[in-house]
């Protein structure tokens, strides 16, 4: 009878293989990031091979150089006289990106771990300026700049402050630092607080250090901002003195005419280092835009 049992049971013991299951929404989410990868590099990836043609096969239908021209970059450097708004780019980017993380990271703790008359609506107040367009804030901040400039022993028009200074102090970042400051458990500030530890201590011995993600993010949308920024230094400069790259490749791509391949080689060498510095930064920046605050 126990045999019996065993084997009639038997074959409801046994283990059904699994059906895979496809998920459709995976597939489309999959299938749209590789179309938006496709359509951001293959341009990148153009612009790269006709950098590297020569000057009739720029102008023809050829996706790829017979011969690497080096030497393209060379004299796209020399003839829109890079060297200079290079120079004056890296200068503009450097103040405003320190600027920038100094203010926005005050700012940000002052929102997070303060406690102040008006703080709710003076934060709602800056978030209501991301939706203002850029355009919007360039009659006021010129007439900013220029009245600064009467009342300031520095001239502001022609120099670096009206380039850097109305650029120190960004919404986004102001509220990507607070939302990072808020993660921070609050009894880190408890023992702070213990040890003697005022606001400004605790912010450079504690916070700061364990948002490092954050602040490369800062760094690297700043930089990138600054670094194409065109037309307000075109309604602040009437001389190259201070204009940036963007403007000397703009100027470029105005004398240089037919030769695609030498306005691909001025384009290819202003984007150069906003790729090799997100190369260095790309972990951070990753891990800065996928978390909002301390990792388990």
């Known amino acids: ?40 590099i293959v341009p ?29 970059y060379a004299r796209a450097w020399r003839d829109a006289n890079f060297g200079e708004y290079f120079l004056n780019s890296v200068q503009i980017a450097a103040i405003t990106v ?9 700012a940000a703790y002052a929102f997070a771990r303060m406690s102040f008359p008006g703080k709710d609506f003076l934060f709602a107040l800056l ?8 355009a919007i804030t360039w009659v006021p901040n010129f007439i900013t700049v220029v009245w600064l400039g009467r009342v300031t022993p520095i001239s502001w028009i022609n120099n670096w402050p009206s380039l850097t200074i ?46 490092r993600a954050a602040l490369v993010t800062i760094v690297l949308f700043s930089f990138i901002g600054s670094w194409n920024a065109l037309a307000w230094p075109i309604l602040v400069t009437t001389t190259p003195d201070w204009r940036p790259i963007s403007y000397g490749l703009l100027n470029f791509l105005d004398e240089s005419g037919a030769q695609n391949h030498l306005r691909m080689a001025g384009a290819v060498i202003t984007i150069f280092p906003l790729i090799v510095l997100y190369f260095f930064t790309q972990k951070q920046f990753t891990e800065g835009i996928a978390t909002t605050g301390l990792k388990g």
């Open 98 to 106: 320190i600027g920038q993380v100094v203010f926005c990271t005050l």
């Open 166 to 211: 109305p650029f120190m102090a960004s919404a986004f970042s102001i509220l990507l630092l607070r939302q990072f400051f808020q993660q921070i458990p609050e009894e880190l500030w408890d023992s702070a607080r213990i040890d003697g530890a005022g606001h400004i201590r605790y912010l450079l011995r504690v916070v700061v250090p364990l948002s």
């Open 127 to 134: 978030l209501s300026t991301l939706i203002l367009p850029e």
């Open 1 to 40: 009878m126990a045999d019996l049992v065993t084997t009639n049971d038997a074959p409801r013991l046994e283990k059904r293989p699994q059906e895979r299951h496809i998920d459709i929404g995976r597939i489309l989410i999959y299938a749209v990031l590789i179309i938006g990868a496709i359509v951001a």
């Open 44 to 72: 990148f990836l153009l612009t790269v091979s006709v950098s590297l043609m020569n000057l009739s096969e720029s102008g023809g239908r050829v996706l790829l150089p017979s011969t690497p021209q080096w030497g393209n």
